[in-house]
């Protein structure tokens, strides 16, 4: 493998309960949470917020207003913001009401960390929806994540490779874009599916195998350079590195994959 930089601490790219361990023993002090739906507020430890969030370590250890203060609001409902914290302190993406499909809230949970810079999140998020995601979102998701997100998000780009390998007509049989057009003034879905059809186009059949959306998780992890996959993902013996960076890796590297 090539050499990493040991002055580089890529640690904070993938949740890790050593990580989360080491965040509350290096301080006890908790910041409250408030979410914007009126629920109750959620406490939760600086450090590690500041460790997985390089926009909360602005905020809270910078020369902002928030930095000075106990509590903070953030732009999600209760539902989402416990869903957020369960998966700080373990890791695990769960609902705690059951009130979300997992597609809903793996996509919204990808908006709030893409919002507030939790790279480890939006890696997780992809890797739920790669591996246990049961059929394609339905189109009201899709359009959350086309209308918060910018175009060259990783989400967009997967839901995009994703509805060009496995969408077939049936689908809009009960789930029709045409039943939002109130919701979508901006046309973001019609947009959205002119791309697929053109995808479609030229697929060779529905739900081949090998499309990148089921089997190149790491296509869509934000890996800033061949260092960094290897420190992260490339741990894992079966992780395959992205396309985008094979062409930047030595032959030793690329060839033991």
Not at 106 to 135: K, P, W
Not at 157 to 165: D, E, K, P
Not at 220 to 240: F, I, K
Request: net charge negative; aromatic share 10%; charged share 20%.
């Amino acid at each position: 493998m090539n050499g990493t930089n040991p002055s580089t601490d890529w640690s904070s790219h993938t949740w890790s309960s050593e990580a989360v361990s080491a965040a509350i023993v290096k301080s006890s002090d908790t910041i409250k949470l408030i979410p914007n739906d009126g629920g109750s507020d959620i406490a939760i430890h600086r450090e590690l917020l500041c460790f997985y969030s390089p926009y909360y370590t602005a905020a809270l250890k910078g020369n902002f207003s928030e930095a000075q203060k106990d509590c903070l609001s953030v732009g999600v409902n209760k539902e989402l913001l416990d869903a957020f914290v369960a998966w700080i302190y373990t890791g695990e993406i769960e609902s705690t009401t059951r009130l979300q499909t997992p597609e809903e809230l793996h996509i919204c949970l990808y908006v709030f960390a893409d919002q507030v810079d939790v790279l480890s999140l939006r890696r997780q998020v992809i890797d739920y929806m790669t591996i246990n995601e049961a059929g394609l979102p339905y189109y009201r998701v899709v359009l959350h994540a086309l209308t918060n997100l910018p175009e060259t998000s990783p989400l967009r780009q997967f839901l995009l490779a994703a509805y060009i390998a496995h969408w077939h007509p049936n689908i809009d049989e009960n789930d029709s874009y045409l039943e939002m057009r109130e919701e979508d003034p901006s046309r973001a879905l019609p947009d959205f599916l002119y791309q697929v059809m053109k995808g479609v186009g030229f697929r060779k059949k529905v739900d081949a195998p090998g499309c990148l959306c089921c089997n190149s998780a790491c296509a869509y992890h934000e890996h800033e350079s061949v260092e960094e996959w290897e420190a992260t993902c490339g741990l894992d013996e079966y992780s395959e590195m992205p396309p985008y960076l094979l062409s930047k890796s030595s032959p030793e590297t690329a060839s033991s994959r």
